[in-house]
């Protein structure tokens, strides 16, 4: 199983998107193809992503049962904690702002 999310990405690579995978819903693509096409589609998505984000999420055998890379800018970056991949969250810029004014605690 397949799945990559864009956001704001160009209409051509949509389309090329399309030819491989089934839409399901606006930027949501899912399909079952091999390795060789998972990594051919990846490569697309990062030669025609321009100023959008994506995030590729397939089966494998690990702990959660599934693996995921991310493209562009996002506030939601992949990080591993005990060889467990999971998903941090960024600070909003008024958040990161308000944090550098905090004295440092540790």
């Known amino acids: 199983m397949l799945v990559i999310v864009v ?7 949509r389309g090329r998107l399309g030819v491989y995978l089934i839409e399901v819903r606006a930027g949501v693509y899912v399909g079952d193809v091999s390795k060789r096409v998972r990594l051919m589609l990846w ?17 494998t055998n690990t702990e959660s049962g599934f693996a995921f890379e991310t493209l562009g800018k996002n506030r939601r970056i992949p990080v591993e904690f005990d060889g467990l991949q ?9 958040d990161a702002s308000i944090l ?7």
Do not use: C, T, Y
């Open 86 to 94: 999971l998903v941090s969250f960024l600070p909003l810029a008024e």
């Open 43 to 59: 490569e697309q998505v990062a030669s025609f992503i321009e100023e959008g984000n994506a995030v590729l999420m397939w089966s």
């Open 100 to 106: 550098k004014k905090l004295p440092d605690v540790l």
């Open 7 to 13: 956001e704001n990405v160009p209409a051509r690579l």
